[in-house]
């Protein structure tokens, strides 16, 4: 029960103690007027042999003490709805702010061996779960259970037989909710694991509708769609027609409790082995307490489903964490001594194999290779995207493993293939670098990025919303922004894999110089595809198949005759490329 609380409070069990109290005490109060019908019964009963001596002193005093019962009850209430719905509520949202500051500590090999479906579906439909458990399912079966066992006293207290028999078709429907509860477990598991593959199937067919239809396959993508689809219906039908059944199953054995104990009171009062008085008492008391039973086993059925919903939050949450607490006080050389890393740890061939080197500060470096040798993944490495399998990457005497990765972001600023702009302004996305840059310096930034003329010729300027992911803006125009947002930011390491692959000569040139001016005083780490713009880089590190080949500045890498020679006559030659028709 403890590791159940912990997993729905996320931790923090002492959130509980509040709303069970309230819970504990509204249940108390809904015995209040049974209590009070059995005193008024006691009167009556009294005054069947002598009409006249009827005590209506007694029933008038029984008449106020009810309504005060009811008043003191409908206060219990109120209070318990304002002390466990709203700081329900309240707790659901720090949790939700919890688990995304999870994922931010979290390296990005957790995101690869996720769906997005799955994490989307973590965020709204297990935090809603969760949230309907605290708010009247988990801590309103506490209430209920409390409120019974203490009517269950009063009612042995006065008949143990009629008591027993109202009980004994519970061990029965125990055993059914128990067996019914391990199925709907193992069904909802299946089910949930359903709603996240519909959730990608349905985010790659939006994402991808340009491809289907450019290849004309609308229809066969909205198939894989209906299929999944119809998987779900599936599954949720078998979902609702075992749980169903066993839970109507269930519910039929405690509603059997009742008429068993009217019938052994009967007998009883027959038999003169009980009075008039207890077993009225006691049937009033046995309605008033089956329906929070029925209750309890409907919550405890649905508590079950969440209890899958909060195994998969407890299990992000307990997720490893990027480690390391130091400050880091200056960028010094970062050093790669002999780092190994693979994506997927059980691959036989890593992506990066025993490489070293050293990254100048305040120095342009140059990574070149193949598609496939490791270059992005280099990147990634230094901001610590991922962390590497064996060897070292240090900055100074720091290892990077032991440095705060919030801190260490702060020092890096990076513009990516895959370029990502946000359903926001320019004015947004740029300031994204830096929020509380000025106006003057975002538009100087802009301009040292070529974007500041492009952004002035759209309608509403700096204030042009861009479209989820920048999908009103061209491929060069997005690359220009993000390289506006990192020049904002004005980090003393920059990341840069291939900044200038979607501009034309013009834009090109002009990126070209603001990088150039960008070097001064900052560590540069700059991809590149086309070497002739990484001619004047201090270092250029050439790769093949995760390996470091070859390391100098590029005239002295010409001179060595390998593979970068290679590279640079191949591209020579390219430019001399045109296309054909027939061999012609």
């Keep these: 029960m403890r590791e159940i609380i912990r997993k729905f409070t996320m931790g923090h069990a002492k959130q509980m103690i509040g709303p069970v109290t309230w819970l504990f005490l509204e249940g108390v109060s809904i015995s209040f007027p049974a209590i009070a019908v059995y005193f008024a019964i006691n009167i009556l009963i ?30 219990i209430s109120m209070v318990t709805f304002l002390r466990t719905f709203l700081p329900a509520a309240k707790h659901s949202s720090e949790n939700k702010m919890d688990f995304i500051h999870k994922l931010r500590k979290l390296p990005l090999g957790f995101f690869s061996k996720k769906m997005t479906g799955e994490l989307i579906n973590t965020f709204t439909g297990d935090f809603l779960a969760l949230e309907q458990s605290m708010v009247g399912l988990f801590t309103g079966i506490l209430g209920l259970v409390i409120s019974c066992i203490l009517t269950s006293v009063f009612m042995f207290y006065f008949n143990p037989v009629m008591a027993t028999a109202f009980y004994l078709t519970l061990p029965i429907a125990g055993v059914i909710l128990f067996f019914s509860l391990k199925t709907l477990e193992k069904l909802s598991i299946r089910l949930k694991t359903t709603k996240d593959k519909i959730s990608d199937v349905l985010n790659e067919y939006l994402i991808g509708m340009k491809v289907l239809k450019s290849y004309n396959q609308t229809g066969e993508g909205f198939s894989r769609l209906k299929n999944a ?73 649905v508590l079950r489903n969440h209890v899958v919903s909060a195994n998969r939050i407890d299990n992000i949450m307990r997720e490893s964490e990027l480690s390391g607490n130091e400050e880091i006080k200056e960028i010094a050389d970062i050093v790669f001594d002999n780092v190994s890393f693979s994506y997927l740890k059980e691959s036989e061939e890593p992506v990066l194999n025993n490489i070293s080197f050293t990254i100048p500060s305040g120095k342009l470096t140059a990574i070149v290779g193949a598609s496939g040798s490791g270059k992005s993944t ?88 861009v ?52 070097v001064k005083d900052k560590t540069v780490v700059m991809i590149a595809h086309r070497l002739k713009t990484i001619e004047n880089a201090d270092q250029i590190i050439v790769l093949e198949k995760g390996r470091v080949i070859e390391v100098g500045s590029h005239r002295e890498l010409i001179k060595q005759k390998k593979t970068y020679h290679r590279f640079w006559n191949l591209q020579n030659k390219s430019k001399e490329w045109i296309i054909s028709r027939g061999g012609m």
């Design 467 to 518: 479209g989820e992911g920048g999908s009103t803006l061209s491929g060069g125009e997005k690359q220009r922004i993000s390289i506006a947002r990192a020049i904002l930011k004005n980090a003393p390491i920059l990341l840069l894999d291939e900044p200038t692959s979607s501009l034309d000569a013009k834009n090109e040139d002009l990126v070209q110089n603001a990088i150039s001016n960008l």
């Design 46 to 75: 009294a005054s069947y042999s002598n009409p006249v001596d009827i005590d209506i002193r007694g029933l008038n005093k029984i008449a106020i003490i009810m309504v005060v019962l009811f008043l003191i009850q409908f206060i």
């Design 229 to 301: 689809y119809m998987e779900l219906m599936k599954q949720s039908m078998k979902a609702e027609s075992i749980g169903g059944s066993l839970l109507g199953l269930a519910l039929t054995f405690v509603r059997l409790g009742l008429p068993l104990m009217c019938f052994v009171g009967a007998y009883l009062l027959l038999g003169g082995k009980t009075g008039l008085v207890e077993y009225l008492s006691l049937i009033i008391i046995g309605t008033k307490i089956i329906s929070p039973l029925l209750i309890w086993v409907r919550h405890m059925t």
């Design 378 to 465: 280099i990147l990634r490495l230094i901001a610590r995207f991922w962390d590497i399998d064996s060897g070292s990457i240090s900055i100074g005497n720091n290892e990077l493993s032991s440095i705060n990765p919030e801190t260490w972001l702060k020092n890096i600023s990076m513009v990516l293939q895959e370029v990502y702009l946000f359903n926001q302004s320019i004015r947004d996305n740029i300031l994204f670098g830096r929020h509380d840059a000025t106006e003057e310096e975002m538009i100087e930034a802009a301009q040292k990025a070529s974007c500041h003329d492009f952004i002035m010729q759209l309608p509403d300027g700096y204030d042009t919303i």
